[in-house]
């Protein structure tokens, strides 16, 4: 298994930038699906973003578009969600999460079930 653990949250003006970084331990991390979560207070946890495991896929939600990006270092068994553009509605806690899976047919999973391993959790807020 992996142990997951976000940070670089925080306070920032709308239109600012964070990035939030999600250090994993153990030696099969380049063999999982990685995939970040936002949940804000009130709603359900909804997908944000996934990468593959040699960072070739990603699949995102139609929100962030054009705005955050995502990557992975395996070298240093990280992976980060660049965070641009951001607006109030972005105020979230946001997880990162790991799965192992053999297919991306149709797509990364994107549904919080679909996963297995999960961070604490990075408090974003986002000032207007």
């Known amino acids: 298994q992996v142990q997951l653990v976000e940070s670089g949250g925080g306070l920032v003006q709308a239109g600012g930038s964070l990035r939030l970084s999600c250090a994993a331990s153990g030696r099969t991390f380049s063999r999982y699906v990685i995939g970040w979560f936002r949940q804000a207070p009130g709603q359900e946890r909804e997908f944000v973003f996934a990468?593959?495991?040699?960072?070739?896929?990603?699949y995102y939600a139609d929100f962030v578009k054009g705005r955050f990006t995502i990557s992975r270092d395996n070298a240093e068994n990280t992976a980060y969600l660049q965070m641009n553009s951001l607006k109030p509605e972005d105020t979230a806690v946001y997880y990162c999460a790991a799965t192992w899976t053999d297919s991306y047919y149709p797509t990364l999973p994107s549904k919080t079930n679909e996963y297995d391993y999960w961070g604490q959790g990075a408090q974003v807020t986002v000032t207007s």
């Open positions: 990468v593959s495991p040699n960072g070739d896929m990603s």
